[in-house]
């Protein structure tokens, strides 16, 4: 099992994505069973999480487990511009809703601020390790090792990352309409430029951890927006019946935050070494480790 694991790349990169998108569609099922909504919410993407780890155990080693100060403050100072970003969205959508929101919060706004601090970390857990560390690795492993190569991986991953987060809306089919493929594209590319971002960061710090722990900051503070508004604005992707002086902010707003973030990755990405960047191990790999020790 291990050996097909190392060795098919695609193969283990389609399993798994087709797992993760059959479950999270019976999703609501899941929930019901466990009667809170969250918290199953919670544990289904910690299982999922888990699974996406143990399997980059196999194909990448501990090595990219080991937590480093280093990587975590660059993955930080790398992550500044998403996070502020978001903090942006999150005081105009908050100012757009009330002009004194704390005014607004219940009681247990604390209990709700803490489970949506679990529901990021678990949606980090599962995301990166999927993302990053499954699909971009994958693809890094079976592309030419240049750096069109490690462009291509990168892209495509994110594009796909992107594409994942609005494809329920492609299930419905009153969201086809042109404010709604505006706003999926806009969905695709927004959430894409952060996928970028983590990959680059991903491959130049090798280390999952950093990129799960920016993923969770990030999602934190967009879940904030439901006790700061008293659930009154949602964060979804898609929204029925936008106006389309609403959709051209939304365009301005969605490439404000989303440009930033591709410049910053492609910075990056431009000093990464493709041949340090191959973290899927493979038997071929060990056996020419194994040769050149011996010479």
Not at 59 to 81: D, M, N, P, Q, T
Not at 211 to 220: G, Q, R, S, V
Not at 275 to 283: L, Y
């Amino acid at each position: 099992m291990k050996k097909i694991i190392q060795e098919k790349p695609i193969f283990v990169i389609s399993i798994l994505l087709m797992i993760s998108m059959v479950v999270l569609y019976f999703e609501g099922y899941f929930v019901h069973i466990i009667g809170h909504g969250y918290l199953g919410s919670i544990l289904l993407r910690m299982v999922l999480g888990v699974i996406m780890l143990s399997t980059l155990h196999i194909v990448a080693g501990k090595e990219i487990f080991l937590w480093s100060k280093k990587s975590g403050r660059y993955a930080f100072l790398c992550g500044i511009v998403p996070l502020i970003s978001n903090i942006f969205v999150l005081t105009i959508r908050v100012i757009e809703t009330y002009q004194n929101p704390f005014r607004r919060l219940h009681d247990d706004w604390w209990c709700k601020a803490l489970v949506f601090l679990a529901l990021a970390l678990m949606i980090g857990l599962f995301e990166e390790g999927l993302f990053r560390g499954i699909i971009v690795n994958g693809l890094v492993k079976v592309m030419p090792k240049t750096k069109a190569g490690l462009y291509k991986a990168i892209i495509i991953s994110s594009i796909l990352f992107g594409f994942v987060h609005i494809m329920w809306y492609l299930l419905d089919a009153e969201y086809y309409s042109l404010s709604g493929i505006v706003q999926m594209m806009m969905s695709i590319f927004k959430i894409g430029s952060i996928g970028m971002l983590l990959a680059s960061i991903y491959f130049k710090t090798k280390n999952i951890w950093a990129c799960i722990l920016l993923h969770a900051m990030i999602d934190f503070i967009l879940f904030l927006i439901n006790p700061l508004t008293g659930g009154v604005v949602s964060h979804s992707y898609v929204e029925k019946g936008v106006s389309e002086s609403a959709l051209v902010i939304s365009a301005l707003v969605t490439a404000i935050v989303s440009i930033p973030n591709a410049i910053i990755a492609i910075r990056i990405m431009r000093k990464l070494n493709p041949e340090e960047c191959v973290m899927w191990k493979s038997n071929d790999i060990d056996k020419e480790d194994a040769l050149e020790a011996v010479s």
